[in-house]
């Protein structure tokens, strides 16, 4: 079996649209959070995801976006975009995201969007000790993880009953061999936004036959998604920094 996963949209479609053609045929899609916010075509995103993947996680700028997370919490140009969001969302589209859990079960691996401890506060997990504190050790007999939030593509390795965390950097893409004994936090990286200095559409694609994770980096339009966050009156600097990858 085949799964891709990918996570933080953010409304950017040119960017989904060249992931999901990247990832070709697959036996199930995943989403692990930040359909919308930032980018120009929440809806849009929305109904690809509604309509695709097999299961989806609540991000915090989902939550934003359907008033389940206090936006002040954002900077301001994050707000902004919040409210545009929330302003743009059909109905439809605002029951989806207001019916997803933070954290979810899928075949044999997790899913979810920051942490599992406290998910709905969207902690961050940058660092080996964060994701021992906020993931590993809420995993019970879990082996495999994916999540998203930061917009980085990297995983987390720890040894079964071990306490060291090994962390490994997949900006380039690469291909992760998920070794017996061993158990997996992978992120990975951002559709829509990529922020670990590669602008490249990021996902994942796991095999569960081959025991491998396939982190894809993808080019997409970016000028294309830049034109609309223009055209929305959204804040500039969230379509300068999709050319960043910042």
């Avoid at 936004?193 to 894809?216: E, F, H, M």
Wanted: charged letters at 20%.
């Amino acid at each position: 079996m085949r799964c891709a996963i990918i996570s933080d949209i953010h409304g950017n479609l040119d960017a989904l649209g060249a992931v999901l053609d990247a990832v070709g045929d697959v036996d199930a899609l995943y989403c692990a959070g930040d359909v919308v916010g930032y980018g120009a075509e929440p809806n849009e995103c929305c109904e690809v995801i509604r309509e695709r993947a097999a299961r989806a996680v609540l991000g915090n700028h989902d939550a934003a976006a359907v008033g389940l997370l206090d936006r002040s919490w954002f900077n301001p140009s994050a707000r902004a975009a919040a409210q545009w969001t929330s302003d743009m969302l059909t109905e439809q589209n605002r029951r989806f995201l207001s019916g997803l859990a933070p954290v979810a079960s899928a075949e044999d691996f997790m899913i979810f969007h920051g942490t599992i401890a406290e998910p709905m506060n969207f902690h961050y997990i940058a660092s080996p000790w964060e994701a021992r504190a906020l993931a590993f050790s809420e995993m019970g007999s879990a082996k495999l993880a994916f999540f998203g939030h930061t917009h980085i593509a990297e995983y987390y390795a720890q040894e079964e009953g071990g306490i060291w965390v090994d962390r490994l950097s997949m900006t380039d893409g690469g291909m992760i061999e998920l070794k017996p004994g061993f158990r997996y936090v992978i992120n990975v990286g951002s559709v829509g936004q990529p922020r670990d200095g590669n602008a490249k559409a990021s996902a994942g694609i796991y095999d569960r036959d081959a025991a491998t994770v396939q982190i894809l980096r993808v080019e997409y339009n970016i000028a294309s998604a830049q034109r609309k966050i223009e055209k929305a009156g959204l804040p500039e600097i969230l379509a300068r920094r999709l050319a960043l990858g910042m």
